[in-house]
């Protein structure tokens, strides 16, 4: 359900909602079909875009032969086991385990315990990221809510299933830096026990935690002094009466999101981090304190796994870039290459007890893949298990993608040239013409090689997309993402007004048929891009955007920081509130509406707690208030972003709408 919200509701009872004329309710669409919008006079048919492939969130067990997923079916999004051994890896063979409708809430990290038979997921219930363990048994359908806790950063099995371990966070302290335990849930009792908390000194994040092959020890990550830049490998010992975090890593180097891989032995471990520019595998051990670089990647390490082979055992990595991945295996004990294959798809490694590993990802050009990699000596081969069926290719591809690369404003000191920037054109397969072109460029995350239905929707309307990675994007070195720290609203912006520049040349496109878009740093980035006042850090820049499209976006950073479930991703973007109070608001949209040049079309979801909806509705007032134009979608029971049909329909036709006088 929709809900609008007017400047007047606003300012006399700020959380209530009315109806506003307009806007079109998703009954009013179409006559002859409900997922019919319209644009330039043509009815396009969006429901085999944006659900025409209906399979998502895929868990796959190796050893089992079995695999957990997402279906959308009608207007429900409902959760599927497939058991292979009996029906091969055919999706439309899986069963239908649960009466829940996930459209209504998020499952994280969904994975299928062979002990018990059941299934386990991070979750919450109304889409609101109150994180909790859940389990649901396939035969009875009866879910379980195992802990009520504010938030659970991760959560592992030991080795024989029946214990969890996670991370749970509690709160945040008057800096923004957590307050988390690492507990232990016993899956027979349900009795929790707390075996570590956290301090400011190291503060638990997102993170697996990794139980030792004995069962002493856990490994995770955790950020000293509350910095997302100050990551580290930190160990518990459950048999010591010291419960207090173990450091593994260097606390003075500087590194992002850590992780275990895995333990070698009871007593050694392997982990990546970012601390030489690129993630690299490293060996420590928790005896002597020692810790040894393995691998001298230049690829982002998507996920690496240790597989028991014949002759010993190897580490496969997924080495992943926005213009392709590859697999690379070595021996675990030399850590010598013994092969490698490279993908055009990207995606992550699932092991099991036997040889070689299934890799499941997906592309540019296409959602699924799910692939059976083995090794024979110095070679890998690959067998496909399942991917989308043709007639998906036919119905639901609207876009034709290309690398591009284009100039920004300053100079890449590795080479001394002006900085060159990666990007996907996504070409509509049937364009407007020439003389009517748009094009919809995204503000962040854009560049990677993903298969995104937002591209596809616009597509299907004939309208060009540019996904292009500015300053801070992942995927490429630890230092190009690293660029944007502190400098949220700065030089990331330069480069998007680059890519705007870029495309408008490139495509023979005026600027006031070029408009922005984007999701959470997106919508943001989307409502700086459509209100910029012409110079950030001493550097001057312009571009006359025709439209922007923010969903799911902040507009005041300060109050971002106060009221987000993430403030650590504000002070690490943007600096700190206190001592950066002046830049902030300086570069907060909502503080800027009156020099707003493009109209704006504002989307969020009511439930949505990681990026609270007050950022929209303030915009919207603050732009009423200018006399800008600006229209605004709540929608009811959405969180971080839309996942109803119903509620994507609608947003898609008032988004038309916007560029009907373009």
């Given at each position: 359900m929709k809900h609008i919200v007017t400047a007047a509701t606003l300012a006399v009872l700020p959380t209530t909602l009315v109806a506003c004329n307009s806007f079109l309710n998703p009954s009013e669409l179409s006559s002859n079909t409900n997922s019919e919008v319209i644009f330039k006079g043509k009815k396009i048919d969006l429901?085999?875009?944006?659900?025409?492939?209906?399979?998502?969130?895929?868990?796959?067990?190796?050893?089992?032969?079995?695999?957990?997923?997402?279906?959308?079916?009608?207007?429900?999004?409902?959760?599927?086991?497939?058991?292979?051994?009996?029906?091969?890896?055919?999706?439309?063979?899986?069963?239908?385990?649960?009466?829940?409708?996930?459209?209504?809430?998020?499952?994280?990290?969904?994975?299928?315990?062979?002990?018990?038979?059941?299934?386990?997921?991070?979750?919450?219930?109304?889409?609101?990221?109150?994180i909790n363990l859940y389990r649901l048994d396939p035969q009875t359908r009866e879910v379980e809510k195992l802990t009520d806790v504010p938030y659970i950063y991760g959560s592992s099995f030991n080795s024989d299933k029946t214990k969890i371990a996670f991370v749970v966070r509690l709160g945040y302290d008057e800096d923004g830096v957590s307050k988390g335990e690492l507990r232990i849930l016993d899956l027979e009792t349900l009795e929790q026990t707390t075996v570590a908390t956290d301090s400011k000194e190291l503060s638990f994040t997102w993170t697996t935690p990794v139980w030792s092959p004995n069962e002493q020890f856990i490994a995770l990550s955790a950020n000293k002094d509350g910095l997302r830049t100050n990551g580290n490998i930190v160990y518990v010992d459950l048999n010591s009466e010291d419960n207090g975090l173990k450091l593994v890593t260097d606390p003075s180097a500087a590194r992002q999101f850590p992780g275990v891989v895995d333990w070698i032995s009871d007593s050694e471990l392997l982990f990546t981090s970012s601390e030489t520019g690129f993630s690299n595998i490293y060996r420590a051990s928790i005896v002597d304190g020692s810790v040894k670089k393995e691998t001298d990647f230049r690829q982002h390490v998507a996920n690496s796994r240790i597989v028991e082979e014949e002759g010993g055992k190897t580490l496969w990595s997924m080495l992943s870039s926005p213009l392709g991945s590859k697999i690379e295996v070595r021996e675990l004990k030399s850590m010598k290459v013994v092969a490698s294959k490279t993908l055009t798809s990207d995606g992550y490694l699932t092991t099991g007890e036997g040889e070689g590993a299934i890799v499941v990802g997906g592309s540019v050009n296409s959602p699924f893949e799910m692939q059976e990699v083995t090794r024979n000596e110095g070679s890998l081969n690959i067998?496909?298990?399942?991917?989308?069926?043709?007639?998906?290719?036919?119905?639901?591809?609207?876009?034709?993608?290309?690398?591009?690369?284009?100039?920004?404003?300053?100079?890449?000191?590795?080479?001394?040239?002006?900085?060159?920037?990666?990007?996907?054109?996504?070409?509509?397969?049937?364009?407007?013409?020439?003389?009517?072109?748009?094009?919809?460029?995204?503000?962040?995350?854009?560049?990677?090689?993903?298969?995104?239905?937002?591209?596809?929707?616009?597509?299907?309307?004939?309208?060009?997309?540019?996904?292009?990675?500015?300053?801070?994007?992942?995927?490429?070195?630890?230092?190009?993402?690293?660029?944007?720290?502190?400098?949220?609203?700065?030089?990331?912006?330069?480069?998007?007004?680059?890519?705007?520049?870029?495309?408008?040349?490139?495509l023979n496109v005026p600027?006031?048929?070029?408009?922005?878009?984007?999701?959470?740093?997106?919508?943001?980035?989307?409502?700086?891009?459509?209100?910029?006042?012409?110079?950030?850090?001493?550097?001057?820049?312009?571009?006359?955007?025709?439209?922007?499209?923010?969903?799911?976006?902040?507009?005041?950073?300060?109050?971002?920081?106060?009221?987000?479930?993430?403030?650590?991703?504000?002070?690490?973007?943007?600096?700190?509130?206190?001592?950066?109070?002046?830049?902030?608001?300086?570069?907060?949209?909502?503080?800027?509406?009156?020099?707003?040049?493009?109209?704006?079309?504002?989307?969020?979801g009511e439930n949505d707690n990681r990026v609270p909806v007050i950022g929209s509705r303030d915009m919207y007032q603050k732009m009423k208030e200018a006399g800008k134009p600006v229209k605004y979608l709540e929608y009811e029971g959405e969180g971080h972003g839309l996942k109803s049909l119903e509620n994507e329909l609608d947003m898609y036709q008032n988004w038309f709408e916007m560029l009907e006088d373009l």
């Open positions: 429901e085999p875009v944006l659900k025409g492939f209906p399979y998502s969130g895929f868990s796959v067990d190796p050893t089992n032969q079995v695999v957990v997923y997402l279906k959308k079916q009608g207007s429900q999004e409902t959760l599927m086991f497939l058991d292979a051994k009996e029906n091969g890896w055919d999706l439309e063979k899986g069963q239908v385990v649960s009466d829940i409708d996930f459209d209504s809430r998020n499952a994280w990290g969904r994975s299928y315990n062979s002990k018990d038979g059941k299934i386990y997921w991070r979750g919450d219930e109304q889409n609101d990221e109150i067998k496909k298990l399942a991917g989308v069926p043709q007639s998906f290719e036919e119905e639901s591809v609207k876009c034709v993608a290309e690398a591009k690369v284009f100039p920004t404003f300053d100079k890449d000191p590795n080479t001394d040239t002006t900085r060159m920037l990666h990007g996907f054109m996504l070409s509509p397969k049937d364009p407007l013409p020439p003389e009517e072109r748009i094009v919809a460029i995204e503000a962040f995350y854009g560049g990677g090689n993903r298969f995104f239905d937002q591209y596809q929707a616009l597509c299907a309307a004939g309208i060009h997309v540019f996904s292009p990675s500015p300053r801070g994007s992942g995927g490429f070195s630890a230092a190009f993402q690293a660029l944007n720290d502190k400098d949220l609203g700065g030089s990331e912006i330069i480069d998007i007004i680059y890519a705007g520049k870029f495309v408008s040349e490139e600027e006031n048929r070029v408009g922005v878009f984007g999701t959470s740093h997106g919508g943001y980035a989307t409502m700086r891009l459509v209100t910029f006042p012409g110079e950030v850090n001493g550097v001057e820049a312009q571009f006359k955007w025709g439209f922007g499209t923010a969903i799911a976006g902040f507009s005041n950073i300060i109050r971002f920081f106060e009221e987000s479930n993430i403030p650590d991703w504000v002070t690490l973007e943007a600096g700190d509130p206190e001592t950066d109070r002046e830049k902030l608001e300086s570069r907060s949209p909502n503080n800027l509406a009156e020099h707003a040049f493009a109209p704006l079309l504002l989307v969020h």
